[in-house]
Structures are given as structure tokens and as C-alpha cells.
């Protein structure tokens, strides 16, 4: 099992739609990140989060430290928003800043 | 362009062919990275380097080779690689400063095809 867990891994909404993404974790963590990856491989970064919760343009991160979870929000999705979400936990106490992954949430948004 | 520039992002060897993988960032970062993106499987760390030092190895074949000449500049050095070994090869950057994920700073990638 994973050490880190998205759901969907698949996710079809409608152009307007409210998304939401969610992402639980299993081991002490220092941060999380929300990344995006759109077709052709270069992966962005959306958020990185420690506490409490985060906005950008249409895009919202929550994090509840306490129950291991997080969630990323989309409002008024767009099909440009149509790529791969994931979610990566830096784990406390590691040496460096390497990050543990999700295996990501393919969203497709339609006209 | 993130600020981290992979080359090249395309690349086709063949299974006794010898190539580099290149990573280049200018944002001043002190540490970077080597994961491995195999279909329908996270992100797969390879290396780290923090100042320039390899602190992490997760058990990466040898044919598989690092290379941090300087604080800016990563290789991957590939020989004799087998077809599973085709994959999204990313490198990543981020400043170590005891704390998690400053500044973490992903390339686009290496699209690589071993045939």
C-alpha cells in the first residue's frame, strides 16, 4: 500500500463544475505539495501546504494535519484544466527534501 | 519554463547504446534530484544530491550513473539499459534549508524509449 492515496484516480467533470480531489497520507509529514502534470510530462507546482488551507486564481488547497488528509479544489473548472493531479508529502524527519508521491488524479474537463 | 531545463526531451537508445541525460537550474537551488515516471506508477525517486554530495541512492541499478559536477548542473549517465527502463526521466531542484520543500522546482522532462 501506498504511502500516499488519491481519489479518483480518474475524474470526467463538466466544464463549470466544482472538482474536488482528495489525498490521505499514512506517515508524519513536514509539508504537502500539489503538483500538476499535463500531458507531455512537465510537472508544476500548484501549492505547498503545512497548515490550513491556501487559494489561487480558482484553485484551493486544504490540509487537515490531524487527519491526514487534504483536498484540492477547483472552481469553475476549465478544460484547460484537463491534466494530472498529484499530491507529494515531504515526511518528517528526512535528511533531505525528497518527496513521497501519489500516483496522481487524471482529471479531464469537457466544453 | 520553470526555471529548470532538462535536454533532451526526447530520446531513443538502443539497448547497448551509451547517453546523458541533462538537468540545468539557475534559481540557486542547493540540492537536486532524479525520478523515474513509469506508467500508471508514482513518481520513483533515483538520486539526490544536496551540495553537490550523493546523500541518497534507493537502490538504482548501476547501469544508471549520476553525475553532479557543480551545484547547477545534473547528468544521468545511461548504458546498457533494458526496455523497462523506458519512462519519463524528471529532475527536480529544491533549496535544503531544514525544512520541506522550499522552493521544490520540477524540469519537463526526459521522454526516454529504450528499444
Known amino acids: 500500500k501506498n504511502e500516499v492515496e488519491q481519489s479518483p484516480q480518474n475524474l470526467t467533470a463538466q466544464e463549470g463544475e466544482f472538482i474536488t480531489i482528495n489525498c490521505s497520507y499514512s506517515?508524519?509529514?513536514?509539508?504537502l505539495h500539489w503538483l500538476q502534470q499535463h500531458p507531455g510530462g512537465g510537472i508544476v507546482s500548484l501549492f505547498m501546504?503545512?497548515?490550513g488551507k491556501k487559494k489561487h486564481g480558482r484553485l484551493i488547497a486544504t490540509i487537515n494535519i490531524q487527519e491526514k488528509h487534504s483536498s484540492l479544489h477547483i472552481t469553475a473548472s476549465h478544460p484547460r484544466d484537463s491534466a494530472v493531479y498529484i499530491c507529494?508529502?515531504?515526511?518528517?524527519?528526512?535528511?533531505?527534501?525528497?518527496?513521497?508521491f501519489g500516483t496522481g488524479t487524471l482529471l479531464a474537463v469537457q466544453p | 519554463e520553470t526555471g529548470v531545463t532538462q535536454t533532451p526531451r526526447h530520446l531513443v537508445m538502443g539497448m547497448t547504446n551509451k547517453k546523458s541525460l541533462k538537468c540545468e537550474q539557475h534559481?540557486?537551488?542547493?540540492?537536486m534530484y532524479w525520478y523515474k515516471q513509469s506508467a500508471k506508477k508514482p513518481l520513483e525517486l533515483m538520486f539526490v544530491y544536496s551540495l553537490e554530495e550523493r546523500v541518497e541512492n534507493n537502490s538504482v541499478p548501476s547501469r544508471f550513473s549520476p553525475e553532479c559536477p557543480n551545484s547547477s548542473h545534473l547528468f544521468l549517465h545511461l548504458h546498457t539499459l533494458q526496455p523497462e527502463d523506458s519512462a519519463l526521466y524528471l529532475c527536480?531542484?529544491?533549496?535544503?534549508?531544514?525544512?520541506?520543500?522550499?522552493?521544490?522546482?520540477f524540469g519537463s522532462g526526459t521522454r526516454l524509449t529504450v528499444v
Open positions: 506517515v508524519g509529514i513536514s509539508a
Open positions: 501546504l503545512s497548515s
Open positions: 527536480a531542484s529544491s533549496q535544503e534549508e531544514g525544512r520541506a520543500g522550499y522552493g521544490y522546482t
Open positions: 507529494a508529502v515531504k515526511e518528517n524527519g528526512g535528511a533531505t527534501n525528497k518527496l513521497i
Open positions: 534559481l540557486g537551488h542547493n540540492a
